[in-house]
C-alpha cells in the first residue's frame, strides 16, 4: 500500500499539485468567509478541468466547469451588498432554502447520470463497479454546497463535510493520491469551517 501511495505521489503532475494548493487556499479563505475562496477556486477548477481533459474524463471535466460556472456565481452574490454599507450575512437555511437544495440535489443526479452515460455509454466495465454512482452522489451534494456557500448558508459545510468523507478512498481509488489528500485536508477544513460559520451566524442573529 506504501509503495503504491509512494508511486502515486512520484507520478503527480505540477498541474495537479498548483490546483490542490490553490484548492486549500479556497477552503481556507472560504471557512474565514472571505471572498477570496472563488478567484483561488477558480484557477483550482479552470486547472482540474485541463486535468480532466488529458485524462480523457470528459464527464469530470464537464462537473468542473460546472463548478467554474457555480463559482462565478458564487463570486457575484458576496460581491453584492444588501444595503449601501453592510454585506451578505451568514444565516441558516429556511424553509424555502431546504426546498430548493432537495431539487437542486435530486435534479443534480439525475443530470449527471445521463452525462456519465453519454460519454461513458460502451464502458460496461466502468458500469460495473459502484465509482460512477458514488461520484454521482458526491458531485450532486457539492453543487448543492456550492449553492449554499454562495448564499451563505452555514449548512453548505455539511454538504462538503459529507462529500470530502466519500471523496477521500474514491480519488484515491481513481490513482489521484495527492487529490486525495487534499480531500482530507478539506475535511479537516470543512468542520472547522462549520464551527466557525455558527458561531458567526448566532453572533450576527444576536446582534440583529
Same mark, same amino acid.
Given at each position: 500500500?506504501?509503495?503504491?501511495?509512494?508511486?502515486?505521489?512520484?507520478?503527480?503532475?505540477?498541474?495537479?499539485?498548483?490546483?490542490?494548493?490553490?484548492?486549500?487556499?479556497?477552503? #481556507?479563505?472560504?471557512?474565514?468567509?472571505?471572498?477570496?475562496?472563488?478567484?483561488?477556486?477558480?484557477?483550482?477548477?479552470? &486547472?482540474?478541468?485541463?486535468?480532466?481533459?488529458?485524462?480523457?474524463?470528459?464527464?469530470?471535466?464537464?462537473?468542473?466547469?460546472?463548478?467554474?460556472?457555480?463559482?462565478?456565481?458564487? #463570486?457575484?452574490? *458576496?460581491? @453584492?451588498?444588501?444595503?449601501?454599507?453592510?454585506? @451578505?450575512? $451568514?444565516? %441558516?437555511?429556511?424553509? !424555502?432554502?431546504?426546498?430548493?437544495?432537495?431539487?437542486?440535489? &435530486?435534479?443534480?443526479?439525475?443530470? $449527471?447520470?445521463?452525462?456519465?452515460?453519454?460519454?461513458?455509454?460502451?464502458?460496461?466495465?466502468?458500469?460495473?463497479?459502484?465509482?460512477? /454512482?458514488?461520484?454521482?452522489?458526491?458531485?450532486?451534494?457539492?453543487?448543492?454546497?456550492? #449553492?449554499?456557500?454562495?448564499?451563505? !448558508?452555514?449548512?453548505? #459545510?455539511?454538504?462538503?463535510?459529507?462529500?470530502?468523507?466519500?471523496?477521500?478512498?474514491?480519488?484515491?481509488?481513481?490513482?489521484?493520491?495527492?487529490?486525495?489528500?487534499? %480531500?482530507?485536508?478539506?475535511?479537516?477544513?470543512?468542520?472547522?469551517? /462549520?464551527?466557525? *460559520?455558527?458561531?458567526?451566524? !448566532? !453572533?450576527?442573529?444576536? &446582534?440583529?
Amino acid at each position: 500500500m506504501f509503495e503504491t501511495l509512494y508511486q502515486n505521489l512520484a507520478d503527480t503532475s505540477v498541474l495537479e499539485i498548483i490546483a490542490v494548493i490553490f484548492g486549500l487556499l479556497s477552503v #481556507w479563505y472560504a471557512k474565514q468567509a472571505n471572498i477570496w475562496v472563488y478567484p483561488t477556486g477558480i484557477i483550482s477548477v479552470l &486547472i482540474y478541468v485541463s486535468i480532466c481533459f488529458d485524462a480523457k474524463l470528459y464527464a469530470d471535466m464537464g462537473i468542473n466547469a460546472f463548478y467554474f460556472v457555480m463559482s462565478v456565481y458564487g #463570486w457575484i452574490m *458576496w460581491s @453584492r451588498k444588501v444595503d449601501e454599507s453592510h454585506e @451578505r450575512p $451568514i444565516t %441558516f437555511l429556511g424553509r !424555502k432554502d431546504y426546498y430548493v437544495s432537495l431539487g437542486m440535489f &435530486i435534479f443534480s443526479i439525475i443530470f $449527471i447520470i445521463i452525462l456519465l452515460k453519454y460519454f461513458k455509454a460502451d464502458d460496461t466495465a466502468y458500469w460495473a463497479t459502484n465509482v460512477p /454512482y458514488i461520484d454521482t452522489f458526491t458531485t450532486a451534494i457539492f453543487i448543492v454546497g456550492m #449553492w449554499q456557500m454562495a448564499m451563505k !448558508k452555514v449548512e453548505n #459545510w455539511i454538504f462538503w463535510i459529507i462529500g470530502d468523507v466519500i471523496s477521500v478512498p474514491l480519488y484515491f481509488y481513481k490513482g489521484l493520491v495527492f487529490t486525495s489528500l487534499q %480531500f482530507f485536508i478539506f475535511l479537516i477544513l470543512a468542520v472547522m469551517g /462549520y464551527l466557525e *460559520w455558527r458561531r458567526l451566524a !448566532k !453572533k450576527q442573529t444576536q &446582534i440583529a
